[in-house]
């Protein structure tokens, strides 16, 4: 348990549910993790009790990757999960692979719909027919022009062309729109869609204020802070300050809200978690600024003032997309400016 942590509270205690079972967390919610093949090594997952068209059953919220072990998983829930009912619908927070990825199979697999934000949807389509924003040549062009130069990690950007594909070979040919304020119901139980920016397009959460619920997606996470980035596909973009801001949407709900996120462990403490996550990033923000009142700085400079420990290859991308977040967020403030030098890479410096 890291400092942050112990501002929060484990409800349900260390265990976390085996691969293929779930645990009940309110009267027709139950948890299900998914194993992921990365250092954040699992996804939660969450089955709700539903009633569709007059039939009863199930609404999956989130799917894992496509691979054969995240199937099989699937199969064991559908076999021993679900009292012999169907799922009824797919309802997907955003597009990342480990929450889009079994969309497609899933959805063929009980013929229902899948549910997630316009922007996400078409994202997801996008990226699955492509290498936008998840490596190959134009990433790799996009890291060296904020100073990735290094051949090693060049080459592994760009060898990385099919990293969205792979997880998410397909997306279903249709979908029904989520969007901010809707009110869905779910097993006569309220579920508000709260849209937030900057980690994904259009990410969607789903508070049910009755149940005092609130499946949060990766916008708020109790161990590890959400990945912002800017990707090439957007290279102007400042997803920090429309991270920072979609945070606010959660201020107004109960404090002892039980927080279901994607990773980690359900949580409460959400406006302690919140409040971390500002002063993480007010923190981060300050060593850029000061890093570049210093002398003009690229964003591959700032990784060892970002991040503390040291990076291997992968999460070195990880990285870059992070740190020109922050340079964006201050250049956008107009705290920062920018200039391309003669090696055609951007540098930030006071502005
Ligand atoms: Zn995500």
Redesign the pocket.
Known sequence: MNANESELHYPLGESVPATGATVELAPGVRWLQMPLPFALDHINLWLLRDRQDGVDGWTIVDCGITNDATRAAWEQVFAERLEGLPVLRVIVT?M?PD?IGLAHWLTDRWNCRLWISATDYNAARIASHSTTGFGGERSAAFFASHGLTDPAAVAKVRARSNYYAGMVPRVPDAYRRLMDGMTLDIGGHAWRCIAGHG??PEHIALHAPRLNLLISG?MVLPRISTNVSVYDLEPESDPLALFLTSLKRFDSLAADTLVLPSHGKPFTGLHARTRQLHEHHAERLADVAAACAAEPRHAADLLPVLFKRKLDLHQTTFAMGESIAHLHALWHAGKLQRRAGDDGIWRFSAA
């Open positions: 955003h990342h929450h980690h994904a990766d």
